[in-house]
């Protein structure tokens, strides 16, 4: 979305070039077309229709998420945040259902998960995106209801820009990673 809603001879549009005062050069995935200063300013006008609505789209998920009202805990090496409870019959299903679909075992969509001790590893194997591990309260063993808190685990490169003040609150590095 670079150069949203932004004047054409800023220079902002990465896939516009400025030819002279009235002609444009706009690359369009495989395409290159020649536009007059009118039609170029119409593009724009489309373009900056559909990626508003992206972004509408992007900032209401992030709003229905709420992310930032997420609880933060400290594990013993990591940290992350609780996303959810369940109960222990469910952990033990979840778990099931990510060796099964180990991505392993597999090259379907299902397939990508994998088991590493308690956690489960959320990727294709070539990078991980997360890792949800339980976490049981030892004092009370379970939670009221028998119930176990469901982690995101932020990893050490997460925590780290944390550590470094880059960041001051550990939302804002959630988002797309």
């Known amino acids: 979305m670079t150069g949203l809603h932004t004047q054409l001879d800023w220079g902002c549009r990465r896939f516009f070039k400025q030819l002279n005062k009235n002609t444009f050069e706009v690359y369009l995935g495989k395409k290159t077309l020649i536009l007059s200063e009118l039609e170029a300013a119409d593009l724009c006008f489309c373009i900056n229709r559909v990626c508003q609505e992206y972004?509408?789209?992007?900032?209401?998920?992030?709003?229905?998420?709420?992310?930032?009202?997420?609880?933060?805990?400290?594990?013993?090496e990591s940290g992350g945040f609780i996303l959810f409870s369940v109960r222990q019959e469910l952990w033990e299903l979840m778990q099931q259902?990510?060796?099964e679909f180990d991505y392993v075992k597999g090259k379907s969509e299902w397939h990508l998960f994998h088991r590493k001790d308690i956690s489960i590893r959320v990727s294709r194997g070539i990078r991980d995106h997360t890792f949800i591990l339980p976490k049981i309260d030892i004092r009370l063993d379970l939670l009221p209801n028998n119930k176990i808190n469901i982690i995101y685990e932020l990893n050490n490169v997460n925590l780290q820009f944390i550590e470094t003040g880059k960041f001051t609150l550990w939302q804002q590095y959630i988002g797309i990673q």
């Open 97 to 99: 259902f990510a060796n």
């Open 55 to 76: 972004k509408n789209s992007i900032i209401e998920v992030e709003n229905a998420l709420e992310t930032w009202n997420f609880e933060f805990v400290k594990l013993s």
